[in-house]
């Protein structure tokens, strides 16, 4: 009998010309979290869809309880009693929270003593026990597509659990929850744990893994770099083992002072009473703004309205004194706003299309000749300026976007809005899913930008980097703007009591 | 930045890597025309560049469509539609069973103008219901192809259209050069000036720009400041444009028109598109690509045709040629797994 439930060694797996993972390995202890680290782009995930059976290894082995076996496909990785909750949530919205826990395993009957029908009273009832586990109080009978993102992961996470599952495959969890719903999230991990479960977590968030993780593994380029247990490492020498290299600087220093108020925003509320309500504030030259707040503080839902993809009621917006009129994105970008979505996949890239086209498509006005016809010289300039100026690694202009790292992607829509020259930049989670290395960079473009006299408003959901980045934070609770913090009041503490401050 | 540079046979191989259907397709017109002689004859491939310019108009139409996720079911009636108006507007003012005794014969442009104005209201209804009602193209282009097919009907009186303005007929049907030796005909130099134009608004224009980005994300296109709605209803818009030139077009070759011309043109014209690369699941197409799609198609009927085939199993040839080409298609997605 081996010490470890589950077991990889020698992992290869190769994709078209890329080395996905290189002779990887992991050792998984029952009844403990095992944190797997790395940089974007490491493998981590492409290790954990072998181990679920989503991809076939082209080389290597894995052992549970000290057996060789082989993974097949998922459902044969749930027989064996591994279960993974996965990065983008693949639920059915429209079907109730048991429907999807039970998806594909219905708990049958026989009804008038042989037609096989689905034994609904059963599945709720099964589902209100599961979810009695995860400590989740729903009403089993509920659309999925009416929970919150966070509320969906703990049903999720109840769906691997009703599996009875052996390992847990986490992949970045707490990418969407808030601080009150990562608590409820670790108590259940405590929960499996105690019952001998062995939990494979992953994600970028350093203080969770120093705080739940027995064992860290570390993984970059595909490659193995080591395994230590988690009481032994520290947020800098996961990060220096993660990079390769050493990090000295977290945030850059920020060379310049806020100058006079140029962005007014008063009295701003959305058409649906529920959201953002009564929002005034304002923006100054060269200023960056940091915006904090729980999920669910309508942060979002105010920047989308500023910028015209919501509709809201009442309330003006003023640039350099006088009124914009912003009903659609197209009138804001012509009155020098623009806004980096949150969801970079959802409303950010155009996947299919090029490294130029994706550049490009907001500012084709500047690149036409005779009025109509788009000079391609001037945009392949464009996008050399870009590549050169933000570092943007791609291996042309015709490369699709969607084959670039999350960061470099970034650095692409960064680069579409800077081409209209706005005035006030509205980031949504500007360093979302983006690993460390390619975060500083954008933490410099985003100071750098603010140093060229642009206002900017930086929503995020990352205390540190909110506190690290930001002139002045605006915290957000429920619809409702609760107050501004700066300087020296700009404190973890204090920046979660305003965003807790219900009405 | 670095470029990187193939080889003449790695590009061929590429080629048919990524377009096996094709390459099968020519090799069997290459094989065909191999043992059966008369089809590399001049009239043969004229015959060939005809039948394609009229279903390569249809199918750049249907191509926007596509391209930005939605499709275009209205296309085969709408060109049955436009040849039966032409056909109304150009019968000749002393043929004996006009189907309006009282209106007067058309100028053969003037007629054009008339059916193009009334193509670009068809689209712009479709683009309007499906960007203002947000009623899918399926459905949108569903009903109105019902609708299109309906007025037809009325107006028609379910009779074919014939007696038309000879001079229309000739300018249609004319060729350049002599029948005898060396002729292109002058529908191949429509279809050359529309495949041109359509290439420059594709690649050159912000029209064509926001198309693509439209297919790619429509969500990040309109946070892009792109307007959405109106580059959809202008490439619906386009697409009726298209059809009522393929009608104009075809009513003229045909000599006739009646309510049934058209029926299926927008499966074929989808079909073309498809196996010429447009990409169903959006953002990616070219004009290059069309035109190929539509050309072995048309070649595939033809190769059928001098293969002696049933004619009532070409339905069932094309169809397989239809799902097949978009199987190998979404392959090219998937692999990747």
Redesign the interface.
Known sequence: MSEFLLEMRGVCKS??GVKALDHVQLQLRPGSVHALMGENGAGKSTLMKCMFG??TMDEGEIYIDGTKTQIHDPMDALKKGIAMVHQELQPIPARTIGENIFLGRYPMKKALGFIPVVDHKKMYEDTAELLKKVRMDFDPRQKLGELSVSQMQSVEIAKAVSANCRVLILDEPTSSLTQNEVEALFRIIDDLKKDGVAIVYISHKMDEILRIADDVTIMRDGQYIGTWPASEMTTESIITKMVGRELTNLYPKRENKPAEVVFEVENFSSINPKSFRNVSFNLRKGEILGVGGLVGAQRTELMEGL?G?RSHTTGTIRYKGKDMKIN???D???QGVA?L?EDRR????????SVA?NI???S??KY?DFG???NSRKIDALV?EN?QKMNIK????KTQIQSLSGGNQQKVLVG?WLANDPDVLILDEPTRGIDVGAKYEIYCIIADLAAQGKSIIMISSEMSELIGMSDRIMVMCDGRVTGFLEGEEATQENIMSLATQFE | ????KKSPIEAIVGYIKANPIVVLLVLAAVIVGITKEKFFSWGNLNNLVSNTAVRFLIALGVSGCLITKGTDLSAGRQVGLAACITGILVQRADYASRRFANLPEFNMWVALLIVIALGALFGFVNGTIITRLHVPPFITTLGTQTIVYGICLVLTDAQPIGGFNNQYIKRVTGRIGDVKSFYIPYLFFVALFFGLLFW?LYN???HG??M??I???E?????????TAWTLTKIYMLAGVMYAVAGYLLAAKAGGASSGLGSGYELEAIAGCTIGGV?T????GTVGGVLVGVLVFELLKIVLQFLGVNPYYNFIVQGLVIVVAVALDIRKYIA??
């Open positions: 994709f078209p989503i991809y910028f993809t659609r994105p197209k804001a970008i012509d806004m979505t959802g409303s950010g890239i155009l996947g299919v299309l086209d490009s498509v907001s084709l006005n036409l109509i016809m788009l050399d590549v791609t291996p042309s202009g579409r | 930045m670095q470029k990187t420059f050159k224009t912000r720009k926001y693509y980005a297919g790619g994300n969500n990040a296109a309109e946070v892009s400041g792109v307007n990409s699941t959006g953002g990616i990747k797994k």
